[in-house]
């Protein structure tokens, strides 16, 4: 079990974050269409999972942001923000942002992504959403950078994310 923190306080995280090098695991999380859908929709791209627990708070907004404003130079790649939030609230942040360059997943139908993927907050005040985390896939799932944010209110480290996929 990994250890966070929000705004300092100890927070448990269960499951473990895919390692680079390591072959992605399944998930099925909910898009704005309320179909679930699985990596192998995005089949033969590279993938970047923004992985936050609310796009309804500053630090996630602004994640959701930064990662839009790249999305449209990366080659071969589809930015996945994923979040604890419907699909219909979700769609609706982004078109009112204009992000047009990421795609939402919910984990609102599919709880297990939360452990399978490392980013399972346990306790605390946010307890049942996602840790913010980055996760990089190649074309062939397989991971290529990941990154558990250590303290929930700060953005990740953009720049290695992005590096990932040079």
Not at 127 to 141: H, I, K, P
Request: hydrophobic share 40%.
């Amino acid at each position: 079990m990994a250890q966070i923190t929000l705004r300092g306080n100890p927070i448990d995280v269960r499951g473990t974050l895919p390692q680079p090098g390591t072959k992605a695991p399944a998930l099925r999380l909910t898009d704005k269409s309320l179909a679930d859908v699985g990596l192998d929709a995005w089949s033969g791209k590279r993938k970047v999972l923004n992985i936050v627990p609310s796009l309804d708070t500053p630090t996630c907004a602004q994640s959701a942001r930064q990662f839009n404003q790249h999305a449209g130079s990366l080659r071969n790649t589809v930015v996945l923000v994923v979040s604890a939030d419907l699909p219909f609230s979700a769609s609706r942040f982004c078109s009112v942002e204009g992000l047009d360059n990421v795609l939402t997943l919910s984990t609102f139908r599919n709880p297990d992504f939360l452990p399978d993927w490392g980013v399972d907050m346990s306790n605390g005040p946010l307890r049942g959403l996602t840790a913010r985390a980055v996760v990089v896939l190649d074309e062939n799932d397989k991971v290529l950078h990941s990154q558990l944010v250590s303290e929930v209110a700060e953005e990740p480290d953009y720049a290695a994310a992005l590096a990932a996929l040079a």
